[in-house]
C-alpha cells in the first residue's frame, strides 16, 4: 500500500499502552523512568512477600496467589484477605521502585482514557479504524480500551477464533 502503510500502528495492547503511559506519566503519578517488571520478578517479588506466612508449597501458592492478583486487577474479582495485604505490599514494593507489571500496563492506560477525554480525542483522531486480530484473547480492560478509543469514529472491527483462545484454562 505504499507510503499510506507508513501511517498504520501495529502492536500489542501493551506495547500501544506503554506508548500512551511514557508520553502521559505524569497523568498518572508515575515516574517518568518507570521499568516494567517481568514475570520472573514478579515470582521473586510475591515469593518474597509470601514466605514469612507459608511453609508448604510455596511455589505452587505463589502461582495462585499471582493469578489471583490478575483477577482482581483485570477482572474485578474479589480477593482473599491474605492476598489484598500481600497485593498492597506489592503494589507498593512495585511503585516505590518505579516499577510496573503487565496487568497494571493495560490497568493504568485504562484509566488514563477514562480520565482524561484530551488524550482519547487525540487517539481517536490519530487511529480513525482499529482493527483486533485474537478478539477472544481480550481481557475485560482490554476491551474498555478498545470501547473507549472507538467511541468517536465507531469503527472498529475484531477477529476472533475461540478454538485458539490463550485464556480457556482460565476458563
Same mark, same amino acid.
Given at each position: 500500500?505504499?507510503?499510506?502503510?507508513?501511517? !498504520?500502528?501495529?502492536?500489542?495492547?501493551? &506495547? *500501544? #499502552?506503554?506508548?500512551?503511559?511514557?508520553? +502521559?506519566?505524569?497523568? @498518572?503519578? =508515575?515516574?517518568?523512568?518507570?521499568?516494567?517488571?517481568?514475570?520472573?520478578?514478579?515470582?521473586?517479588?510475591?515469593?518474597?512477600?509470601?514466605?514469612?506466612?507459608?511453609?508448604?508449597?510455596?511455589?505452587?501458592?505463589?502461582?495462585?496467589i499471582?493469578?489471583?492478583?490478575?483477577?482482581?486487577t !483485570?477482572?474485578?474479582?474479589?480477593?482473599? &484477605? *491474605? #492476598?489484598?495485604?500481600?497485593?498492597?505490599? +506489592?503494589?507498593?514494593? @512495585?511503585? =516505590?521502585?518505579?516499577?510496573?507489571?503487565?496487568?497494571?500496563?493495560?490497568?493504568f492506560?485504562?484509566?488514563?482514557?477514562?480520565?482524561?477525554?484530551?488524550?482519547?480525542?487525540?487517539?481517536?483522531?490519530?487511529?480513525?479504524?482499529?482493527?483486533?486480530?485474537?478478539?477472544?484473547?481480550?481481557?475485560?480492560?482490554?476491551?474498555?480500551?478498545?470501547?473507549?478509543?472507538?467511541?468517536?469514529?465507531?469503527?472498529?472491527?475484531?477477529?476472533?477464533?475461540d478454538?485458539?483462545?490463550?485464556?480457556?484454562?482460565?476458563?
Open positions: 500500500i505504499g507510503a499510506q502503510g507508513q501511517d !498504520i500502528y501495529i502492536g500489542t495492547f501493551h &506495547a *500501544f #499502552a506503554l506508548i500512551l503511559l511514557r508520553r +502521559y506519566h505524569e497523568r @498518572l503519578d =508515575l515516574n517518568p523512568f518507570f521499568t516494567v517488571c517481568d514475570q520472573s520478578y514478579q515470582n521473586q517479588l510475591v515469593k518474597k512477600l509470601c514466605a514469612p506466612y507459608i511453609s508448604e508449597n510455596l511455589d505452587l501458592k505463589v502461582k495462585g499471582i493469578l489471583s492478583f490478575s483477577n482482581y !483485570i477482572r474485578g474479582a474479589s480477593i482473599s &484477605a *491474605f #492476598a489484598e495485604e500481600r497485593y498492597k505490599e +506489592y503494589v507498593n514494593h @512495585l511503585h =516505590l521502585h518505579n516499577l510496573i507489571d503487565f496487568d497494571q500496563i493495560i490497568q492506560c485504562s484509566k488514563l482514557l477514562k480520565e482524561n477525554p484530551d488524550v482519547c480525542d487525540e487517539y481517536g483522531y490519530l487511529y480513525p479504524a482499529i482493527l483486533v486480530d485474537e478478539f477472544q484473547d481480550t481481557d475485560p480492560l482490554q476491551y474498555e480500551i478498545l470501547r473507549i478509543l472507538s467511541q468517536k469514529n465507531k469503527n472498529l472491527f475484531v477477529v476472533a477464533d478454538d485458539q483462545s490463550i485464556y480457556s484454562w482460565r476458563g
